[in-house]
């Protein structure tokens, strides 16, 4: 069964700290990592990893893809109250997207 | 662009009626639309993947009779459910795919709360 698994599931830090999330996945079928933001509603596109190595960035946020490992990390630094949210990756593969369960961020001012 | 709407965005039913959902892809033509639940505090669980014209499929475990699918054009798609029980109270997710081969490219709907009583 394709799973996807994220961790931890839960991290509360302090305005300012750095954090990194976790994503781990199955090969088979693999075509892409992405990484959501979900806030109340719907997840809304952070980035999209095909490429082993190459580094996505986007203002404080970047993320990688090890392939040869199946995993990826989302990093994000200089935190903010606004970063609070539930993060979540899915791996596309088979014609569709598999989800983790998501990490749940809290950043406390 | 690419903007995804749901209508209702939350609905109360009694247990036992039916509740039809409608994701519409507003400014874009969808050949593929999936259907999520969300149950709190977990991830999205795909629920079927809806083509238009077609019948949807469904994902092991989700009744195709319960949970009724059609998409009838390229800009929407519909889940009705039936018999509706409070074990169904979730939070349902739509999200349109332009097409192609590639399905990273989702866009996602604000989602519907349903709470059966």
């Known amino acids: 069964e394709d799973k996807v698994v994220q961790s931890p599931l839960s991290l509360v830090v302090h305005e300012g700290d750095t954090v990194t999330l976790n994503c781990s996945y199955e090969v088979t079928n693999f075509r892409s990592l992405l990484w959501y933001k979900q806030e109340k509603k719907a997840p809304t596109f952070l980035f999209m990893l095909t490429s082993s190595g190459i580094e996505k960035k986007s203002g404080r946020l970047s993320s990688i893809l090890d392939k040869k490992e199946l995993f990826s990390i989302l990093n994000i630094t200089a935190t903010q109250t606004g970063d609070s949210a539930v993060y979540l990756c899915?791996?596309?593969?088979?014609?569709?997207?598999?989800f983790g369960q998501g990490t749940r961020l809290t950043i406390n001012p | 662009g690419a903007v995804v709407s749901q209508h209702p965005s939350w609905v109360i039913c009694k247990s036992g009626t039916s509740v039809k959902i409608e994701c519409r892809s507003l400014?874009?033509?969808?050949?593929?639309m999936f259907w999520y639940r969300q149950f709190p505090k977990q991830s999205l669980m795909l629920m079927a993947t809806s083509n238009e014209g077609s019948k949807a499929t469904y994902e092991q475990g989700v009744e195709k009779d319960k949970f009724l699918i059609n998409h009838a054009s390229l800009t929407l798609s519909t889940l009705t459910v039936t018999s509706a029980h409070p074990e169904d109270s979730s939070f349902y997710i739509c999200?349109?795919?332009?097409?192609?081969?590639?399905?990273?490219?989702?866009?996602f709907g604000p989602g519907t709360r349903l709470t059966v009583l």
């Open positions: 400014d874009f033509q969808a050949t593929t």
């Open positions: 899915a791996r596309e593969g088979a014609q569709k997207l598999v």
């Open positions: 999200s349109a795919a332009p097409g192609g081969n590639s399905y990273n490219e989702q866009f």
